[in-house]
T-cell receptor, first 111, second 110 residues
Framework: DTGVSQNPRHKITKRGQNVTFRCDPI?????LYWYRQTLGQGPEFLTY????????KSRLLSDRFSAERPKGSFSTLEIQRTEQGDSAMYLC?????????FGPGTRLTVT | GEDVEQSLFLSVREGDSSVINCTYT??????LYWYKQEPGAGLQLLTY?????DMKQDQRLTVLLNKKDKHLSLRIADTQTGDSAIYFC??????????FGTGTRLQVFP
């Protein structure tokens, strides 16, 4: 297993379009996290799954954002009606318990 | 509330030790972490410490935790040019989300 993978690595979209990102965690990690990182800042928590259950959502996650982890393995993060303020790096992490291991991220640019 | 603070920049000469500092506010933190991020990349977990420990050493890395002052530090011995990156301190409560600082950019010069 080579670690957490995320696809696509880069996404450029026009304002108002919908985008979907995918995260494949390290196998057998039952916890999966999404974070958002903007330039010059540390990552900010968005949401967290334990197996297929979404256990916590940040106030940052407006109703345009939705995340799923249907079979407790990979996860998707969808942003509807994208806005320029959504431009950021979206990071996924998986964890067996204490440590979180991050993927390379998906960089979203909204034009 | 939850807040993690770090100084923005640190510049050291190759071969010297680097010390990166972090303060946090939430006394119920259970684990504290150090991550490294290189340009355009994700975050690499360097080390972490349980809140009831004072110190943890892992090869060139030494983590010191002063729980009374809510102060965490990362010492990198014999700093190399490959250590140039942004270093993030993070705290967690239980096994949930991480709260990150804004990162310290370490520059290593020859």
């Amino acid at each position: 297993d080579t670690g957490v993978s995320q696809n696509p690595r880069h996404k450029i979209t026009k304002r108002g379009q919908n985008v979907t990102f995918r995260c494949d965690p390290i196998s057998e990690h039952n916890r999966l996290y999404w974070y958002r990182q903007t330039l010059g800042q540390g990552p900010e928590f968005l949401t967290y799954f334990q197996n297929e259950a979404q256990l916590e959502k940040s106030r940052l996650l407006s109703d345009r954002f939705s995340a799923e982890r249907p079979k407790g393995s990979f996860s998707t993060l969808e942003i509807q009606r994208t806005e320029q303020g959504d431009s950021a790096m979206y990071l996924c992490a998986s964890s067996p318990y204490n440590e979180q291991y991050f993927g390379p991220g998906t960089r979203l640019t909204v034009t | 509330g939850e807040d993690v603070e770090q100084s923005l920049f640190l510049s050291v000469r190759e071969g010297d030790s680097s010390v990166i500092n972090c303060t946090y506010t939430d006394s119920s933190s259970t684990y504290l972490y150090w991550y490294k991020q290189e340009p355009g990349a994700g975050l690499q977990l360097l080390t972490y410490i349980f809140s009831n420990m004072d110190m943890k050493q892992d090869q060139r890395l030494t983590v010191l935790l002063n729980k009374k002052d809510k102060h965490l530090s990362l010492r990198i011995a014999d700093t190399q040019t490959g250590d140039s990156a942004i270093y993030f301190c993070a705290e967690s409560i239980g096994t949930d989300k991480l709260i990150f600082g804004t990162g310290t950019r370490l520059q290593v010069f020859p």
